[in-house]
């Protein structure tokens, strides 16, 4: 089964420092019908004005992981943790027993960014806070797994059975992902344009999938695409 969400209608929020798509529930914003996709539990495309962000906040009971894909965003937390991170960055957070961190633009440029919230599949961890950077210069011709759960090749842990990753296609490019039982699907194009299984999808257009064998992206344009697989609850 493929749903097909369009752009238009992810939920928009704005204010003077911040401009975001909402994909599930969030903050003031509730839809009964998108409170989560399996473990996945919240994704914020977030564009974040210069000397901006999200003052110190808390979080328990959650993994989450930052994509900053322009501008600079400085991480702090009441642990003792600051990491600037800069374009190409993932940020794998798990927030366990508690933490308080923010999340400031540190540059003269907006900060544009992808939060993915995931729940864990256990409780109580210690706080941790890891960083990798991947380098989408060039086409991946291939899906490029940045987070996974533990043992399954990822850059950086997450502590549930996911996997996320990124790609940069050319026009022409076929690329494939086999899900594993009982995991659907949540992948978006992030530009450009693709056929996957058979279905348009074009700049910020999702695309949910549940009980696929085998997932196939075309593209028809150039582009860069994000494929996010997680557990059912």
């Known amino acids: 089964m493929i749903e097909r969400i369009l752009a238009r209608d992810h939920y928009r929020f704005q204010n003077s420092w911040l401009d975001a798509d909402w994909h599930f529930s969030f903050l003031r914003y509730f839809d009964p019908d998108r409170v989560h996709f399996g473990s996945l539990r919240a994704y914020n495309h977030d564009h974040i004005a210069p000397g901006r962000g999200f003052a110190m906040h808390p979080h328990r009971e ?8 322009s501008g600079t965003l400085v ?13 190409g960055d993932f940020l794998a957070l798990t927030a ?17 960014l992808i939060q993915i919230w995931v729940l864990p599949d256990r409780e109580h961890l210690s706080p941790s806070l890891d960083r990798t950077h991947v380098d989408l210069s060039a086409p991946t011709h291939g899906w490029e797994s940045v987070v996974t759960g ?16 990124v790609a940069r296609v050319e026009e022409g490019d076929r690329i494939d992902f086999e899900p594993r039982p009982r995991h659907p699907v949540y992948i978006q194009c992030l530009g450009g344009a693709g056929l996957l299984n058979g ?12 009980g696929e064998s085998l997932v196939s992206l075309q593209a028809t344009a150039p582009g860069e695409w994000i494929l996010i697989e997680v557990p059912e609850l």
């Open 62 to 69: 959650m993994e989450i992981v930052s994509w900053i894909r």
């Open 75 to 87: 991480h702090e937390d009441d642990k003792g943790v600051t990491v600037t991170a800069r374009a």
């Open 96 to 112: 366990g027993s508690g933490m308080e961190h923010a999340e400031i633009n540190g540059g003269d440029e907006p900060v544009e």
């Open 150 to 165: 533990e043992g399954l090749g990822g850059r950086l842990i997450a502590r549930q059975d996911v996997r996320i990753a």
């Open 199 to 210: 279905i348009a999808l074009e700049e910020r257009d999702v695309a949910q999938l549940r």
